[in-house]
């Protein structure tokens, strides 16, 4: 598959699409100082699908997922969740979105120190005022192993359990889709290779669909598609894609010119 | 190093804005107060003292030694006198004045700022050589010329709405007079323009009221430029009668008055200076605390610095430069706002019927002082310790984490210095309960246990914020998520959190500490006085120096429904070193108007050398019934023997010591006359039989008839000040506590920054932002107040026994109304305070969350 029938498959809603980008152009301040983040990008992200993004820095890959996640709002192009459109959502509704049908996950896990670890996974449903499926909770708790650390404060836990406690906080409430912002970036390799096995589980054993964005090729390595991105464009893509196969690819990039 | 400080100062600035204002606020209420305190002590003395300026000699009759003879037909001071001085060489000016004193009604009929002699004042308007009197110079009108003339002062005439033409009611002392007011003067009397009122009247007049026909008061004599003034005091002296008339300088008597002025409005700045004690304590607080968080913020920056390589003493240095520079700053603005509350605070506090005097803004050297001490000098020093502490710590520990949380060493220091103050400060109040009276060792001792138990409850809070709030915390914790982590944020940094409440909890304290006091002495008192009350009205003088017209108890007495009219008269008692007031009664009417209680003895046997004494006397002076004592009434010189008969129970109507009243007549300052008619009616008690009253009087402004209401409420009167007090200091404490919520708020919302990120990205709205720091803000202030509250209420408990030991009514009687009404306040203003930051919070974009930064 090519860049160019990603295009045209996000052109318009599909059952088996999560959430797709349209023509999506992000475009910081104005005249001289006018930096485009992104630059005309479609993107479609299927059901069920772990997706990576990945690119150098600056190329735009955190812009495209906080518009795609509804945390910043385009200057053109459209970004839907499902059915529905993000561009014609107000704060409130755009609130209410994240919280019941997108799941987050962090390169700083900030979750509320105030909390203990189950009060953080069952936060978003406790904004939402909604019970918890305890069935579904104890699924993803068990499948983080914090069965033994939920009554603690994330200061009593190391960066990987809070980081696992994230990943449980961002699957609890069953979203539509589950963006990862570098989330093994302030972790040792073990304890990434854990959280980004428990991402794939969560895609393969309950059906999730993942983005995350890394320039980690070995985190890349566990996704089943590669997107690489450079100066604000889709520039390539690899499935089912292996850490020295993502490697070579991003070589490939670096050294080119950064055009305007 | 003064560059970073500059730089640092500049590249903050809400955090600048922040602590400027609450620097220039603290500095704005500490020198608005001691403004305010000189300025009105400036103007009680303006209000009660004569201007001498210009005046070289002053020529007076002199006394009379005791024994001679007094009725010889006035003093000297005559025309002929008058003229003689005026011919000496040396003398530029002779004024001769009738000086007297005359209460006026304005045109609605009231007596028109009545009540203090010393203000009313009353005098000839005598005119010069050019037909006009220069120290009155007429605005409208004509000077006074006949007997039922007279002029007013321009203040008078406005505040009364009194206009040329119209005819004035005024008294002097007896019989009440009606004369047509023909003129309006001006006057530069400090006296007058304070608050008084001044009466004019053509000499022969003032002279017939004032003194005895053809005899002037006093002499002001100005002297010719290039005087000498000894010499002219020999001159002058020469002229006198040496046995009737002396002569004393300007400055001798301005000395002499500036004494006794000294000694009159004393009282007057005990309650500013209170006030100013309250805002310096209230205002460092503010200031300690700002600076504390500040510089605790800060820490990350200070370890920055430390890592790259700036030494200890530089980062302390940088720290107290900038506080200086801001304190600079801050004391300037603080002290052009407090010059601005300093002028607001006579008419906030005016609100009795007794308002305060006008005058100028006094601004002397310590509010300057005060300025700068407490805007340089406690902003620096409280830069001073915690960015010692911020410097000590390891420049990678510092950077590692924001928060410190404190170490539990030092967590159990300050609990033991917190348990010892409160055991001292709690034991001291209840030593007291013990005690029979409020002596002035028992006052300072509930005072001391006062302070100790503040600064108990100040180093305590930290550690009661815990318990207390989570106590206290399942009523937020049922508003949702939002109240849960409010109550959790609330706890994060319990010293935090304590600091802030501090100046709530110090200000509720005090303030529900008065109200309870206040509300259980004014009950006492009003029981007391309806207790030994039954007469329906009394009829009383305005002035104590002052008399009912003598014909006003015969027609008191005809007025329909009067069943008694037993007339009282006033006087002092000198006796044991002290003045007493003694009530000069007739014992066979007395039963019917006063309601005794005797403790031993009888009101029976009161008669020429027997006296009845109260309670509070009888224990000064080591009196009981059988004693026998030597005093004086009223002005004469001689000590007589005087056979205690009786000991009662205080009674605001019988005063310190009853008396047979034709003996009191015979000795006091205006002999033969009566002060106080107390009238028992047949039942007939009615606004008619008041009016009635009040016509039978001749509607004098001397006069006033007060029923038992008014009697009972004046009983009460003192209470009035101190609700005055009260209400000053929660307006300072609301105001400053308001100030130090939105601070400490403001900076937990910019530390939280990326927590309030991550809220809003995984789905809370910003009207649940916003509800999370305003129930943060209210916890905090709720925290505040209940230990106020408790503070206060224990406090008033422990002295409120003091006050039951002096006043045997006395029941401890909080004001729920009150005590609710302050909970509610302080609750308001902690939500207030949260208004600026919860919006901050809520325009955060979830962005942040992310942010790396």
Redesign the interface.
Known sequence: MTANSLTAQALYPEPGVAAAATDLCKVYGSGDTRVVALDRVSIGFREGEFTAIMGPSGCGK?TLM?CAAG??AATSGSVRIGTTELGTLD??RL??L???RVG?I???F?L????TALENIT??M????REPDREWLDRIISMVGLADRLGHRPAQLSGGQQQRVAVA?ALASRPAIVFG?EPTGNLDSHAGAEVLGFLRGSVRELGQTVVMVTHDPVAASYADRVVFLADGRIVDEMLRPSAEGVLDRMRGFEPRPRTP | MFRTALRNVLAHKARLLMTVLAVTLGVAFVCGTLVFAESSSAAHRAAASKNFAGIALTVTPKEPLPGEATASGGNALDAPLVRKLAALPGVAGVRPSVDGSATLNAADGSPLRGGKAWANLAGAYVPGEDGTDERYPLVAGRAPAHADELVVDRGSATAGHLGVGDVVTLATDGPVLKKRLVGIVDTRDSRVTAGGTLALFDTATAQRLFSSPGHFTSIDLTAAHGTDPVTLATEVDRVLPADRAQATSGTAQAAQQATNVDLMTRGYQKMPKIFAGAALFIGSFLIVNTFTMLVSRRTREIALLRAIGATRRQVVRSVLWEATLVGLAASAAGFALGLGVASALPDLLSIGQDPLPHGPLVIGMRPVVAALGVGVGVTVLAAWLPSRRAAKVAPIEALRSAEQPPTPAASRARGIVGLVLLLAGAGLLVSLTGAKDASDANLQNAMAGCALLVAAMIALAPLLARPVIRLGGRLPGRLGVAGRLARENALRDPRRTAATASVLMVSTALVAGLAVIGNSTGQALDRQAADGLSADYVIEARTSMAALDPAAPQRVADVPGVRTAAAVADSTLFTGGSVRSISGVDPATLHQVMKLDFTSGSADRIGPGRIAVSDTVARAQGLRTGSAVKARIGPGQDFKDYTVVGVYRDNPLAQDVLGARAEVQHDSFRPGTVQRLLVRTDGAVSEATAARLRTATGNSPLVRVKDREELVAEAGGTVSELLTLMYGLLAIGAVISLLGIVNTLAMSVAERTREIGVLRAIGMDRAGVRRMIRVEAVTVAAFGTLLGLAGGMFGAWAVGSLAGGAMTRYTLAPPWGTLALLALLSLVTGALAAAVPARRAAALSPLEAVGQT
């Open positions: 955190s906080h945390l910043d704060d409130r609130t209410e994240r919280r019941d987050f962090f390169q700083a900030n509320l120190p105030t909390l936060l978003p406790d904004i939402a005022g906080r912002d």
